[in-house]
């Protein structure tokens, strides 16, 4: 049970909302407001969400008819898509929820409005809550379904939240992809019908379709201009998003746990809380929304998100699985020696009986294999010492191999359908381990407290998650509880990373799954970062990273330097574009550096004493996107700006290559007209400097006409790419 003691306070409410209707319920950050009609024995319904309401509004609004039900429930007059389904023991499969009661609390940040609703004949109840932001414009919505009963229920339908979107010229921006081609954006009308995003893969949620997205109100989405309602699902199990467009004034959006293959069987006196939507509102376009989701998402989601990140080379894509004593070491040296802060030993360095020289076995077996590693994890430590940086290592406790002790041990421990013989995934024999079950969830938490319990120095975890539930089956939960094994699952991983984070709250960890796999606000409050993608192409990953940014801080996207020709695409793209795309995001090296030359070296240690520059404006400055790759225009920009608007980044990447081509100048956004600001490029390659190198502009100036580029860099040898980064710092 998670009923929270509360204070019924609907005449304070009403009070505080000045002038408004006792059944009315206004919940406000600094700059929205989500109205909701809450009269006492009658349905809760949305009035309106959107831009901040005065006073006379709420007093006006009040007569206003309702945009549609806040939380409708199946069975009574319920035509078009419901939020709640349920089945009560006797058969019923009706409900019909009433407003019992509103009630608030008051915490230094926020404030919690729970409208209580009851159904007319069963002891069943639906908390809706709604956690308003005192300085950031978010709004949290999720449920608390309370069964009062004493038999239990079967919940067929949960969704966290239902908001009514006034029709017009409504779009919606989502992220839609596949491996190593993660959160692509899509933008779409939204016509007569249904659409709907769903996620089935049991453990990641964002390799293909993202639990996140954004309405655009005014027409085709434009980036900073218009009204933008802004819809993020914090959770990292299946989802369900829906957008219903029946023929009524408004669509109907439902965000929530995918209900397919999950009926939950609700105890008599159990709850059910949902996870949380969070709601964002912007009239400063599709770049306002996400600047909202990042102000928010650092300081309330995100492990550490006041914490600059550290500049890492990771093992992967230099070495795969030829992890040796002297190649780690080489690589150390080599990452501190440009500048780097911390190595990253990937995949391949463990299994005793069954040695990880490849795919195919030994997840499980967290046992330092000897022949690689003879000095073990305590010489790579030491190793990291002496070249003064930190040590991560990576990590996949969810998972296991056909080919590994732990299997052997324990058969009983992984997903799989009674009766049948397991769906093995990676490298034809990898299989998940059933979180559900808690024998499980102990084992998952100590393959990184064994880690850190014998090596407390290690700085990072790469938690790594490269298998779907692909065969629906607990062979811990009872035959009647099969179907709650998605949602299991996932209360399983939450239970483990709570446990560790309450054991290492200093500890660095980051999610990676196959990729993006992972990119989500229900995981994320326990990670600090994830990895974008396994496609480290820059060109393809300025599409990639555009989409992530519409919902995720840079900080928290981990976006890596690496080899050409790139070990996806095979493009060979020069250095200086590949450093300038990494550096947009938060820093880091996949490559092998005894490959390159030292030219190529003091490149990059000069990128990556530049970025230590501007790294607190990049992890924790506000972005504009301003020109979209998408629109094939050329070229693509964005900018971060630090909060007191006395610092700047200003990313630019030559997205296609042509003779006498007319690419668009890009006007900057976020500045301070009144402000006078410093130009310098960095990573400078060209012979000579930029025009604009040294020379002050205002605010006003800049971002009226930006600056004019070249199109291609003063070089010796050149070449089709061209990108620029330009620091731009306030002078009096
Ligand atoms: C998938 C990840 O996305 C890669 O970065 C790498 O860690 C491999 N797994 C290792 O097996």
Not at 81 to 107: F, K, P, Y
Not at 228 to 253: M, P, S
Request: charged content about 25%; some cysteine.
């Amino acid at each position: 049970m998670n009923l929270k003691k509360r204070t019924k306070t609907l005449a304070g409410l009403c009070l505080l909302a000045g002038g408004l209707a006792a059944q009315n319920v206004c919940v406000s950050t600094p700059r929205t407001s989500l109205l909701l009609k809450a009269p006492v024995g009658g349905e809760l319904e949305i009035l309106y969400y959107g831009q901040k309401l005065a006073d006379a509004d709420l007093a006006a609004l009040e007569t206003d008819g309702g945009m549609g039900a806040a939380y409708p429930a199946y069975g009574m007059n319920s035509l078009g898509e419901t939020a709640l389904a349920v089945q009560q023991a006797d058969g019923n499969l009706t409900l019909q929820l009433v407003v019992e009661d509103v009630s608030s609390t008051e915490a230094e940040n926020s404030s919690e409005t729970v409208v209580r609703l009851k159904d007319t004949l069963y002891p069943f109840y639906v908390d809706v809550c709604y956690r308003a932001y005192k300085d950031v414009d978010v709004i949290e919505a999720w449920t608390e379904i309370t069964n009062e009963g004493k038999k239990p229920v079967t919940l067929h339908q949960f969704a966290s939240a239902c908001l009514p979107i006034r029709r017009g010229q409504v779009w919606m921006s989502h992220l839609h992809g596949s491996w190593a081609n993660e959160a692509r954006l899509a933008q779409e009308p939204l016509t007569a019908g249904m659409k709907v995003i769903a996620n089935r893969d049991g453990v990641r949620n964002a390799q293909t379709d993202h639990a996140e997205v954004m309405f655009s109100l005014d027409g085709r989405p434009r980036e900073n201009e218009g009204r933008v309602i802004g819809a993020a699902l914090c959770y990292g199990g299946n989802y369900k998003l829906r957008v219903d467009t029946r023929d009524d004034e408004c669509h109907h959006f439902f965000a929530g746990i995918n209900e397919e293959n999950s009926a939950y069987v609700l105890e008599g006196g159990e709850t059910f809380v949902t996870p949380e939507l969070a709601l964002t509102y912007s009239n400063e376009g599709l770049s306002g929304a996400s600047r909202s989701f990042h102000r928010w998402g650092r300081a309330y989601k995100l492990a550490h998100g006041e914490r600059l990140r550290k500049i890492l080379l990771n093992s992967w894509e230099g070495v795969y699985f030829g992890i040796n004593q002297e190649g780690m070491e080489q690589m150390m040296a080599d990452i501190a020696s440009m500048g780097g802060e911390l190595f990253v030993m990937d995949d391949g360095w463990f299994g005793d009986k069954y040695p990880r020289d490849n795919d195919t076995s030994s997840l499980g077996d967290w046992v330092v294999d000897k022949r690689k590693l003879p000095r073990g994890i305590e010489g790579l430590l030491a190793d990291a010492k002496k070249h003064g940086i930190k040590f991560g290592i990576w990590v996949e406790p969810e998972m296991t191999n056909r080919i590994s002790e732990l299997y052997e041990q324990h058969p009983d421990w992984i997903v799989k359908a009674p009766g049948r013989d397991p769906v093995q995934g990676r490298g034809g024999t990898q299989l998940v381990l059933d979180l559900s079950n808690p024998d499980v969830q102990d084992y998952v938490f100590g393959v990184v407290d064994e880690l850190m319990t014998k090596y407390p120095e290690i700085d990072y975890i790469k938690w790594d998650a490269n298998m779907s539930i692909l065969n629906h089956g607990s062979q811990y939960l009872p035959a009647d509880r099969q179907s709650h094994l998605f949602i299991e699952y996932h209360r399983g991983l939450e239970q483990v990373c709570q446990r560790l984070r309450a054991k290492y709250p200093d500890l660095a960890i980051q999610a990676c799954a196959s990729g993006g796999g992972r990119a989500n606000w229900g995981i994320l409050p326990y990670f600090d970062e994830f990895w974008v993608s396994d496609n480290t192409d820059a060109l393809q990953r300025i599409y990639m990273q555009w989409g992530t940014s519409y919902f995720f801080p840079a900080m928290a996207m981990a976006s890596h330097i690496s080899a050409a020709p790139n070990h996806q695409t095979s493009r060979v793209v020069p250095l200086k574009y590949r450093i300038d795309v990494a550096m947009s995001g938060r820093l880091g090296m996949e490559i092998q550096p005894k490959h390159m030359t030292d030219a190529e070296k003091e490149l990059c240690r000069k990128a990556i004493a530049e970025y230590k520059t501007i790294r607190p404006v990049v992890q924790l400055g506000d972005i504009y996107r301003l020109l979209s790759p998408y629109d094939h225009l050329g070229a693509a920009s964005l900018m971060y700006v630090a909060p007191e608007k006395d610092k700047a980044v200003f990313f630019w990447w030559k997205t296609e290559h042509f003779y006498n081509q007319h690419l668009p100048r890009v006007p900057m956004r976020g500045l301070q007209a009144d402000k006078l600001y410093k130009v310098h490029e960095l990573n400078r390659i060209d012979t000579q400097p930029l025009p604009c190198e040294g020379k002050v502009f205002s605010g006003a100036f800049l971002m009226a006409n930006g600056l004019e580029l070249p199109y291609n860099h003063r070089v010796n040898t050149p070449s089709a790419y061209a990108s620029r980064v330009l620091y731009l710092e306030e002078v009096e």
